[in-house]
């Protein structure tokens, strides 16, 4: 998966192909499912296009994507919890019901125990780790 987001994010693949390629494969890898979901909301999934120009992933997305490569290329295990279902549903409607302000606190209260600037990693320090021992153009000795 991290070559195909590698590609996609090159420009080598539309979104099509980027889309068929991730959501065709067969995985048990919870992680694997929390980062297509993530990778899904970057890209329009109406019209063909390739990373480039308008259809550029903003620099805070790119962010998400170069951390969920990285995050692949390690051994770690995903141990973000699944959004409850509830929660999914009623979000938009507490965040109507209250002008935003319901779900801004529950955003901070999920937010300290999950900080979602490292996601899908748990902390800074998991990050640091991970980019001290990398996989991609490093020597073997």
């Given amino acids: 998966m991290a070559a195909l987001i590698r590609h996609y994010l090159a420009g080598r693949l539309s979104n099509f192909e980027f889309d068929e390629a991730i ?3 067969d995985s048990e890898d919870p992680s694997i499912s929390a980062i297509r979901g993530q990778l899904w909301m970057l890209y329009d999934d109406l019209r063909e296009h390739r990373n480039r120009g ?3 992933v903003t620099p805070a997305a790119r962010q998400v994507v170069l951390r969920s490569i990285l995050f692949l290329k390690t051994d770690r295990e995903y141990a973000w919890p699944d959004v409850p279902g509830w929660y999914t549903l009623a979000r938009p409607l507490i965040r109507l019901l209250t002008l935003g302000a319901g779900a801004r606190v ?3 209260a999920f937010e300290r125990d999950y900080p ?3 996601w ?3 902390s800074t320090a998991e990050i640091r780790l991970a980019r001290s021992e990398p996989k991609y153009l490093a020597s073997s000795g």
């Fill in 116 to 118: 979602l600037g490292v």
């Fill in 120 to 122: 899908p990693f748990r």
């Fill in 106 to 108: 529950l955003d901070r």
């Fill in 54 to 56: 308008a259809w550029r």
């Fill in 23 to 25: 959501f065709s494969m």
